[in-house]
């Protein structure tokens, strides 16, 4: 089946910083769709983006289907993003897979 | 508009007893999973549907899991008897559409501990 893996697995970054979080995803997908889940377990979504570009805020997004990967942008860092961040994608057979996450703690 | 919403929040039980989760989806969305997260992590599907019919079911342990969604609309996922591998947040997230153009919304989970 298709296999999902998101770098990096661990990130510790200083208040006020940037940061990229990359899903790789080993075949192509009818779906993508990124997710914060905060410390109370509690999973928020963030994009729903199979394709191109999306931004929110601080936060954007870039999916190239076509080579297979995904890539979240976090600027100007805050406490509260920290947490972990998962991607989930729906393969072309409908299954629907997360991947490990990137657990990010934020510094004050 | 209201989210999932799911219940109870926490349950401890001993190994080889009976246990039921409850979720009721975002009104109007007609597909609901059930999720299983083992702490570190990410969640795993156990169970699809769409309004009452199973779509995937295909990572459920038919052999001890159970679930139904009688009415299309609120659902109950039904572990019996539990294990101790079975402790897990147990989450359930709605959409409006199957497929292609589904964006999925979570609950905030039960955590189950067995013990």
């Known amino acids: 089946g298709i296999q999902v893996e998101q770098s990096p697995p661990d990130l510790i970054l200083q208040e006020g910083a940037n940061s990229t979080l990359r899903c790789n995803f080993s075949?192509?997908?009818?779906?993508l769709q990124w997710f914060h889940q905060n410390p109370w377990g509690q999973l928020i979504n963030l994009f729903y983006?199979?394709?191109g570009t999306k931004q929110n805020g601080r936060l954007s997004a870039t999916t190239v289907a076509t080579e297979r990967y995904s890539l979240l942008y976090i600027s100007s860092s805050q406490t509260t993003d920290s947490g972990v961040y998962f991607c989930?994608?729906?393969?072309?057979?409908?299954?629907?897979?997360f991947g490990k996450g990137t657990r990010l703690h934020i510094l004050p | 508009e209201a989210g999932v919403a799911q219940s109870p929040r926490y349950k401890i039980i001993e190994k080889r007893q009976s246990v039921a989760f409850w979720c009721n989806p975002i009104?109007?969305?007609?597909?609901l999973y059930w999720y299983q997260q083992i702490l570190g992590q990410g969640p795993k599907l156990l169970i699809q549907?769409?309004?009452?019919?199973?779509?995937?079911d295909s990572q459920l342990p038919k052999d001890r899991f159970s679930a139904e969604r009688l009415k299309g609309v609120d659902s109950t996922l039904k572990i019996q008897p539990a294990k101790l591998e079975d402790s897990a947040v147990y989450l359930c997230?709605?959409?409006?559409?199957?497929?292609?153009?589904?964006?999925?919304?979570f609950g905030p989970g039960t955590r189950l501990t067995v013990t």
């Open positions: 997230a709605s959409s409006s559409r199957r497929l292609a153009g589904y964006e999925q919304y």
């Open positions: 075949d192509s997908v009818n779906n």
């Open positions: 983006i199979p394709s």
């Open positions: 989930a994608v729906v393969s072309a057979d409908d299954k629907i897979i």
């Open positions: 009104s109007g969305h007609a597909t």
């Open positions: 549907f769409q309004n009452n019919g199973v779509v995937d």
